[in-house]
């Protein structure tokens, strides 16, 4: 965890260095319009929120109401982070494409190979994050089921805080592997192999998306932290057929 925190404090100071704020500001304002809005309207739905789910809640375990109405809490906290992180992230991928080709030019010394144009390069990011969208989708879909059925759905809060880590770990640590060519299935592979350390960046970039504003620097700081981490722990793992 010391080392997730380490780069992504050293990712922050990165990103705003001169050729790289171009793909920063760009997608922080317009993030920031979609957040403004976002919190607009959450604010005037998450106390009806609160009160449905905690209707859900059996009788059998009314005793639990006082752990209960926290968990409930966090899970549509987290249910509402992932959908902001998810829009967030699909209009600033192109940019962040970019940006990770530029960190990585600076932290390996060798510019990457490309001969695609820019306008293929932002197509190819936007499939590349709707591949991710459709391997999270699903297994978001599950998540909120269990948070449905009685009993079970007092897991739900870890269940959502542990696909939290992994899916940031995928999320961002994919820029720097999709640079290399590296296939979808290949990063996910990867990143299972150093399962500590995808779950440990995750998680802390997951923790930093969670405050107010503060986010919108988060997912920049992090793809430059992903460029360290990629260099550091798995580049040199074996690819997988």
């Known amino acids: ?21 171009r793909y920063v500001f760009a997608p922080l304002v317009i993030n920031l319009l979609i957040y403004v809005l976002a919190i607009w309207w959450m604010v005037g739905r998450f106390e009806g929120w609160i009160a449905y789910w905690m209707m859900q809640v059996p009788s059998w375990l009314s005793w639990l109401e006082w752990l209960i109405w926290p968990l409930v809490v966090l899970s549509l906290l987290v249910i509402a982070f992932f959908s902001f992180t998810l829009v967030a992230t699909l209009i600033a991928s192109p940019f962040y494409g970019f940006l990770a080709e530029k960190l990585d030019a600076q932290v390996s010394g060798v510019p990457v190979e490309d001969d695609r144009s820019l306008a293929k390069q932002a197509l190819d990011s936007l499939g590349r994050e709707c591949r991710k969208l459709g391997y999270f989708l699903p297994r978001m879909l599950i998540l909120v089921i269990i948070g449905f059925i009685p009993g079970v759905n007092i897991l739900s809060p870890l269940l959502w805080a542990l ?31 150093k399962w500590w350390q995808s779950l440990t960046f995750g998680g802390v970039v997951a923790l930093g998306m969670l405050i107010p504003l503060l986010n919108l620097l988060i997912m920049p700081a992090a793809v430059a932290a992903s460029v360290t981490f990629w260099h550091g722990h798995y580049r040199r793992l074996g690819v997988t057929k």
Do not use: T
């Open 1 to 21: 965890m010391v080392s997730a925190i380490a780069s992504l404090e050293r990712g922050l100071r990165m990103v705003f260095q001169p050729g790289c704020r």
């Open 163 to 193: 696909f939290s880590a992994w899916s940031m770990a995928i999320q961002y640590l994919d820029y720097p592997m999709d640079l290399h060519r590296v296939s979808f299935n290949d990063m996910k592979a990867r990143l299972r192999k």
